[in-house]
Protein backbone atom coordinates (compact mmCIF):
# COMPACT_ATOMS: atom_id res chain seq x y z
CA UNK A 1 0.00 0.00 0.00
CA UNK A 2 1.79 3.62 -1.28
CA UNK A 3 1.45 6.87 0.15
CA UNK A 4 2.38 9.09 2.48
CA UNK A 5 3.19 8.27 5.67
CA UNK A 6 4.48 9.77 8.97
CA UNK A 7 7.11 8.10 9.26
CA UNK A 8 10.43 7.23 7.58
CA UNK A 9 10.55 3.42 6.36
CA UNK A 10 13.78 3.05 4.99
CA UNK A 11 13.75 -0.14 3.44
CA UNK A 12 9.97 0.79 1.77
CA UNK A 13 11.58 3.88 -0.19
CA UNK A 14 14.49 1.18 -1.04
CA UNK A 15 11.83 -0.68 -2.60
CA UNK A 16 9.92 1.66 -4.28
CA UNK A 17 12.88 3.36 -6.05
CA UNK A 18 14.14 -0.24 -7.08
CA UNK A 19 10.72 -1.57 -8.72
CA UNK A 20 9.34 1.48 -10.32
CA UNK A 21 11.60 0.50 -13.57
CA UNK A 22 10.57 -3.15 -13.25
CA UNK A 23 6.83 -2.25 -12.40
CA UNK A 24 4.89 -2.98 -15.50
CA UNK A 25 6.18 -7.04 -15.21
CA UNK A 26 4.59 -7.32 -11.95
CA UNK A 27 0.94 -9.06 -11.99
CA UNK A 28 -1.84 -6.51 -11.35
CA UNK A 29 -2.49 -8.94 -8.84
CA UNK A 30 0.50 -7.80 -6.49
CA UNK A 31 1.53 -4.45 -7.88
CA UNK A 32 2.05 -1.42 -5.03
CA UNK A 33 -1.49 0.26 -4.99
CA UNK A 34 -1.86 4.47 -3.45
CA UNK A 35 -4.25 4.03 -1.02
CA UNK A 36 -5.68 7.46 -2.37
CA UNK A 37 -6.37 5.22 -5.32
CA UNK A 38 -7.97 2.57 -2.81
CA UNK A 39 -9.95 4.98 -1.41
CA UNK A 40 -11.63 6.28 -4.68
CA UNK A 41 -13.00 2.89 -4.73
CA UNK A 42 -13.98 2.05 -2.41
CA UNK A 43 -16.17 5.83 -2.50
CA UNK A 44 -17.49 4.76 -6.43
CA UNK A 45 -18.51 1.34 -4.59
CA UNK A 46 -20.57 2.90 -1.63
CA UNK A 47 -22.33 4.96 -4.17
CA UNK A 48 -23.15 1.61 -6.14
CA UNK A 49 -25.62 0.32 -3.83
CA UNK A 50 -24.29 -3.26 -4.44
CA UNK A 51 -25.67 -5.56 -1.56
CA UNK A 52 -24.14 -8.58 -0.54
CA UNK A 53 -19.98 -9.43 0.08
CA UNK A 54 -17.32 -9.11 -2.60
CA UNK A 55 -14.00 -9.11 -2.91
CA UNK A 56 -11.72 -6.57 -4.71
CA UNK A 57 -8.00 -7.52 -5.46
CA UNK A 58 -5.79 -6.35 -7.98
CA UNK A 59 -7.10 -4.54 -11.17
CA UNK A 60 -10.32 -4.64 -9.29
CA UNK A 61 -9.17 -2.12 -6.99
CA UNK A 62 -8.03 -0.08 -10.16
CA UNK A 63 -11.58 0.05 -11.55
CA UNK A 64 -13.41 3.35 -10.83
CA UNK A 65 -16.44 3.31 -12.40
CA UNK A 66 -18.88 0.74 -10.05
CA UNK A 67 -20.64 -0.42 -13.49
CA UNK A 68 -17.65 -2.14 -14.53
CA UNK A 69 -17.29 -5.90 -13.68
CA UNK A 70 -14.98 -6.33 -10.85
CA UNK A 71 -14.78 -7.67 -7.90
CA UNK A 72 -16.38 -12.01 -6.72
CA UNK A 73 -19.13 -12.02 -4.63
CA UNK A 74 -19.02 -14.33 -1.65
Not at 22 to 49: F, G, H, N
Amino acid sequence: LMGKRDEVRFAEELGKRFLQPVRRLIPMKYRPIDAAEIAKKVLALLESEKNGVYIYEGAALRVTDPSQPSGSFR
